[in-house]
């Protein structure tokens, strides 16, 4: 397989572009919209009149609350990352998958 968006660049050498470092881009990249569509879909359900009269967020405080919830999202996923990270070093994948 050839990659042609390193063509100017001759000091890297060929055998770096390889099927592995296709495969890490297209993982990385179906991680990332799998996220993205994740935070777009709390979002989305933040705005639903049906969410907002279960949980009486109809004053003027609703958007910071909401905002919070969103920021508390990317939180917990960033710091379950690296819990997760200790947990396999630690008892292995299996473990943290369960």
């Avoid at 939180?75 to 943290?96: K, L, T």
């Amino acid at each position: 397989m050839v990659f042609a968006f390193n063509s100017g660049d001759r000091s890297t050498p060929p055998e770096v572009f390889n099927n592995k470092l296709f495969l890490v881009v297209v993982v990385a990249t179906c991680g990332s919209i799998i996220f993205g569509y994740d935070l777009a879909f709390i979002g989305g359900v933040f705005s639903l009149p049906s969410f907002i009269d279960r949980f009486n967020l109809e004053d003027q405080n609703a958007s910071a609350i909401q905002a919070h919830m969103v920021n508390s999202f990317q939180g917990g996923a960033f710091f379950g990352v690296m819990v997760v990270y200790f947990v396999n070093e630690r008892w292995g994948r299996r473990f943290a998958l369960l």
